[in-house]
């Protein structure tokens, strides 16, 4: 996108509100069936926190009750087993689906697959091993 049609969008969106429409809040949406997002958009925890706090749970709550499908966690391999399968069942309770998660330790600072390092091969195969029964969870 060229930086004039960015101005030019910009600006026509910021002027919306003079002409009567409201930004998107889901209170006049209230008692409305279906409202789901087409695309599969997966939010992750922390993103709304400020309006479902700080417990986990609930935070998906709030991401089903705002439309979202899909939920992604980067941390979720990681998690104690407990926090993953209430995970799980709050997806499927919500009928939402997994998105993505980290499935094995990255290395930012050095190459691990490319290395010929056969230890590190088999720590990245392990890892792997182990998410697929993560991603099983909210099958």
Do not use: C
């Not at 980067?74 to 998690?79: A, D, L």
């Not at 190459?111 to 390092?117: A, V």
């Amino acid at each position: 996108m060229s930086r004039r049609t960015f101005l030019k969008n910009g600006i026509a969106a910021s002027t919306l509100p003079l002409f009567g429409f409201k930004s998107f809040d889901t209170d006049h949406l209230e008692g409305v069936d279906n409202l789901r997002f087409n695309l599969n958009y997966a939010p992750h925890f922390g993103l709304f926190k400020s309006h479902a706090g700080e417990d986990l749970m609930s935070q998906l709550d709030f991401m089903a009750e705002s439309g979202f499908k899909s939920f992604e966690d980067n941390e979720m391999r990681m998690r104690p087993k407990v926090t993953q399968n209430q995970i799980a069942e709050t997806l499927i309770k919500n009928g939402m689906t997994m998105g993505v998660f980290v499935g094995h330790k990255i290395y930012w600072d050095r190459p691990n697959l490319t290395s010929g390092n056969t230890d590190l091969r088999d720590e990245f195969l392990a890892d792997i091993r182990s998410s697929i029964e993560v991603a099983k969870l909210s099958e």
